[in-house]
């Protein structure tokens, strides 16, 4: 052990004498200069403490891959439009989505079939309607005596991880059209306008821009960890990265403020906005509240867990939670959904993809039917009555 360790400082030492030859050699009449600028610069970069600008493009490509791989996805997706190491900030579409050279920065490729994982044995497909939604066809109209929700969130409410149309909001839409048309309504219609890696700022976006058109009578918002925690502020990065406007004082006066810039790496992004998570998530949540009800519409959050340790969601979730109880909307809390699970991995897409599966879409839909059943506020904001309580879920 002890000739290993000699024989590591004699390198280390030999290497550091001929990196000094070299740094004597700079001032040397070499032709053309070649070794001296070329010794300079050496000595220039190894002194630099900041990533230079190709290191920094690359981790900002590879941290954004890692968001939008976001498990097992398709490898083919790994190269998604925030490629920084790609001139001009050119279209890089990928099988389900496209760049949208706006604020909301990217969407699902209207009418796609493709498969939603690249594992032949999981045999589920990612379907989009015309409109781009991950959702059966729907009329831009709303038809009388319908009410309509549209729900925004990121992978999770779209539903990687289900079969089509075996999501936990589909089956809260079936559900409430067995047991709640009454009255005046006729028909419940929930428009699902999630996709993978949003964060809330994209999904506040999509609310106001995306699905007001279709006249929702409610809109809810998803929060998941992957869309509120650890990288929360990965859309705000890339819209500064790619120059895209930030369209809102609010974004615009944050970067200002912590003095951020397309230069600085992704690293100094998380640090210098860690401080303005709750704040932030705060702020987009009142835009989509003020809007709902400028539109006279209700307005409902979800806190819809992956299928991951409780105990670890609740600490994700600090401070979520508490900033939700000023906000005057109601609140249905979901992350206990996989408590007392032994065997959570029944409840995933692989052990490697914390993402529900079928399985676990159908115990989110069941915890968010039983609150439905039991909070009248709840009850009111989804079903438009606070009429009596309807009957169980039932196992689908």
């Known amino acids: 052990m002890k000739t290993a360790l000699s024989n590591d400082v004699v390198r280390i030492v030999i290497v550091l004498l ?96 493709i498969p939603d994982y690249q594992d032949e044995r999981f045999k589920y497909r990612l379907r989009t309607n015309s409109a781009g939604l991950a959702d059966q066809e729907y009329a831009l109209e709303k038809p009388a005596g319908t009410r309509r929700l549209a729900i925004v969130g990121d992978s999770i409410t779209r539903g990687q991880g289900a079969p089509f149309q075996g999501n936990y909001e589909a089956l809260l839409e079936r559900r409430l059209n067995e047991a709640h048309v009454t009255g005046d309504t006729t028909k419940y219609e929930i428009l699902n306008f999630a996709i993978g890696s949003y964060n809330v700022t994209q999904m506040m976006e999509a609310a106001i821009v995306r699905a007001t058109p279709y006249q929702p009578d ?65 702020w987009a949540l ?35 939670r508490e900033m939700l109880d000023t906000l005057g909307v109601p609140v249905v809390d979901l992350l206990g959904t996989f408590d007392g699970i032994d065997d959570r991995g029944r409840y995933r897409v692989s052990d490697g993809d914390r993402h529900p599966n079928a399985e ?19 009850r009111s904001a989804i079903t438009g009555t606070a009429g009596d309580s309807p009957s169980p879920a039932r196992t689908q």
Request: charged share 25%; glycine share 6%.
């Open 360 to 378: 676990g879409h159908q115990l989110l839909y069941e915890g968010l039917y039983e609150r439905l059943q039991s909070n009248a506020e709840l």
């Open 18 to 113: 001929l990196l000094l030859g070299l740094k004597g050699l700079t001032a040397a009449e070499w032709p053309g200069g070649t070794l001296g600028s070329w010794n300079e610069t050496l000595f220039t970069t190894m002194a630099n403490r900041d990533l230079n600008k190709e290191a920094r493009e690359a981790l900002t490509a590879g941290y954004y891959e890692g968001l939008i791989n976001e498990g097992s996805r398709l490898s083919s997706m790994n190269r998604l439009v925030t490629d920084t190491r790609r001139p001009s900030w050119e279209d890089r579409s990928q099988p389900d989505r496209r760049q949208t050279f706006d604020f909301m920065f990217y969407e699902l490729i209207p009418n796609s079939d």
């Open 218 to 282: 409610v809109y809810v918002v998803a929060l998941s960890d992957l869309s509120v925690y650890r990288r929360w502020d990965q859309h705000i990065a890339m819209l500064v990265y790619a120059g895209i406007d930030l369209k809102y004082d609010y974004l615009k006066d944050l970067i200002a403020t912590t003095g951020l810039s397309a230069d600085d790496p992704i690293g100094v992004f998380d640090a210098k906005l860690s401080r303005y998570r709750i704040p932030t998530i705060q």
């Open 286 to 320: 009142e835009q989509v509240k003020q809007h709902a009800d400028a539109q006279g519409a209700d307005m409902v959050v979800l806190l819809v867990p992956t299928a991951d340790d409780p105990a670890l969601l609740a600490e994700e979730f600090l401070g979520v």
